[in-house]
């Protein structure tokens, strides 16, 4: 299976509630109607998140399919068309970035109902190959990152390497997805031995500083 990641921002002349509204209602309708989706799921940035700063994003929405053939055949489709139409009524389309994935699951364990989806967008050091890099992001870095107690659920979606063929560079190499209980149980994290650890590995292969939201992710009925 593999998953199509978007992430935007809103439009500008929409408050985060006009925004979340028109997501969450009319534009989930329809792209609950693509042919071939198999699970769609809206990750919001918590309203803490505006506290004294613009977050990265608003946004992310992650669709799944069962392969790069489900995928070119929904790309043809009116019902795309449709969903493509409805997002100028809500996002910017000038933040508006996707990537195709695969996850890499690290850490198997339940996100919780009412938990909180941590968000970093992660761009690859530009001195290593795209294979080094993901090999280090799976094999080294998330071995370290599981090990911090708060971290409920781990997973890593992997850009895929047909993405780089051809010297072309994908706008992200991947996100890093991490559930916790609570904003309580984040922030606790970050003082953690673990914590510092997997820290310290990040110059290792990616570009710092790592941008992130804290959002609540919505599953979506199909």
Not at 17 to 34: E, N, T
Not at 65 to 78: K, M
Not at 205 to 215: A, G, H, K
Request: charged content about 25%; some cysteine; proline content about 6%.
């Amino acid at each position: 299976m593999i998953k199509l990641v978007v992430i935007f921002c809103r439009r500008p002349d929409l408050t985060v509630a006009q925004f979340g509204a028109h997501w969450q209602g009319p534009h989930a309708r329809l792209v609950a109607q693509l042919p071939g989706l198999r699970r769609y799921v809206q990750s919001q940035t918590l309203a803490s998140g505006y506290r004294n700063r613009t977050p990265a994003i608003d946004g992310m929405a992650e669709l799944w399919f069962d392969d790069t053939e489900a995928l070119r055949e929904v790309a043809d489709s009116p019902q795309l068309a449709a969903v493509l139409a409805d997002e100028t009524r809500f996002l910017d389309a000038a933040t508006r970035r996707e990537i195709v994935t695969e996850d890499v699951i690290i850490k198997d364990g339940a996100a919780p109902a009412e938990g909180v989806k941590n968000i970093e967008l992660v761009h690859r050091r530009p001195d290593l190959t795209p294979e080094a890099f993901h090999q280090h992001w799976e094999m080294v870095h998330g071995p370290l990152a599981k090990t911090i107690p708060q971290v409920l659920r781990y997973v890593q979606s992997h850009t895929r390497l047909s993405a780089y063929r051809n010297n072309r560079q994908p706008v992200l190499d991947g996100v890093a997805l991490t559930w916790f209980t609570d904003t309580d149980a984040m922030r606790a994290s970050a003082h953690t031995p673990a914590y510092a650890q997997t820290r310290a590995d990040e110059p290792n292969f990616v570009v710092e500083p790592l941008d992130f939201v804290i959002t609540k992710e919505r599953e979506i009925s199909l």
